[in-house]
């Protein structure tokens, strides 16, 4: 079938508002946010329901059309953006948006693939309740493509990756089936666990176009320190102290490095409420029991005490714990104002992490002299964003095989949080050992065996 004869056939299936070809309605979707990937659409499909999803699914198959599952396109991976063949149909959930159900007994959430994640949060928080998944993008990302990316954010550490709040799937498979797992259980042994398949695997699989997410008691009292610290040595010790004292309650540990923290006040204009230092820590920790804040307030003196942290501040107020983590949250965008950068989402063992930013440190000073080092991340889950602010002409695979290969050595992973998308393809088939590498090219024939979804995502292109 020719390409106009599909939009044909797609027109016929979705309302007025339901395909885009005309080229400047296509062109944001024709890259991702940063324009670092690009490519062009043939056209968008904007589906209202899952029969719909499944009637697009079905067309682009018999006229060997790929399908490329859009979100909120916010990755960071360019696993949402089409190649530029101009053939592949880019479907997006943005229109399959609901929020269905939310159980207060069982704290669940029913909720479309297309709804943004700032949105759901609101709507359990409205219901006293609290839905733990909490990143930078959280007012532009959508649930799919949370879901589909397993994305992390800033409290896995008590709360787990995306994956850990699924208890049901609703996807659509590369035959046009529609699944129908939308249980709202915390057990269900009945079987496999197929809804994992769809989770985390990039749209490569299927399209998750509705989900059953856990929520968690909204805890009544909060607080957020930020903590100065000579190296990373002594963040681990002050992470194991916190875990000591409130690990029961820590939300978030993040380690920031003085020098992002000097891109964010040069770029972002936010002022510091401490003295420069080489490493700074923010801890943030939940609890509905009172007494939080005076354990908090005795672990910074503690810490001081011991010389692990040279400085902290609690915040005193809702507005000063905002502009802390305003601080944290500003890193990524004061990066790219400050120049062009290549990224490393990795982690590694906690106890493996001053080991590994050494090692990395003076590899990359060794061989890309010029380098500016911009590493942070949740070093609570062991995740750092060792990021690369390079001058113009450097060459990222080279930077990204000698971070990687320290990575391998510190028994850690290339992809943390980010995704492979098409940015890691290589990095992958080059890091994982190769019996992993088969078993998901066999997981991808049995799902997916003619290549229609998503193709060079997280796998080379069948
Ligand atoms: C973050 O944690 O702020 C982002 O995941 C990091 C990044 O942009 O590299
Ligand atoms: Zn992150």
Known sequence: MSASALIAVLKGLLDQRGLLTEPADLEPYGHDWRGLFSGRPLCVALPRTVEEVSAVVLACSAAGHAVVPHGGNTGLSGGATPDDSGRQVVLSLSRMAAIRKIDVYGETMEVE??????TAQEAAQ??????????AAEGSARIGGILSTNAGGSNVLRYGMARSRVLGLEVVTADGAIVRGLRHLRKDNAGY??????IGSEGTLGIVTCAVLQLAPMPRHRVTAMLAVPDADAALKVLRAARQAIGDTLNAFELMSGAALELVSRHQQLRLPLAHSPWFVLIEAGSSLPGLRDAAEALLAEVLERGEASD???AESERQEAELWALRE???????????????D?????????????????AVGRAFPGTRINAFGHVGDGNIHYNLIVPDGA????????????????????????????YRVGELLRCKASPEIVLANRV??????????????????L
């Open 113 to 118: 693939a297309g709804c943004i994640l700032q």
């Open 126 to 135: 409205a219901q006293g309740l609290l839905l733990p998944i909490t990143l």
């Open 193 to 198: 666990d197929w809804k994992q398949w769809f």
């Open 312 to 314: 902290g501040v609690v």
């Open 330 to 344: 500003s890193i990524t965008e004061a990066e790219s104002k400050q120049g062009r950068s290549v990224k490393h």
């Open 346 to 362: 990795v982690s590694v063992p906690i106890p493996e992490i001053p080991a590994f930013l050494a090692a990395a440190d003076e």
């Open 395 to 422: 060459d990222g695979s080279a930077l990204n095989a000698v971070v990687h290969d320290l990575v391998m050595v510190h028994g850690g992973s290339i992809s943390a949080e980010h995704g492979v998308g098409q």
């Open 444 to 461: 991808k024939r049995a799902l997916d065996p003619a290549g229609l979804f998503n193709p060079g995502k997280v796998l080379p292109a």
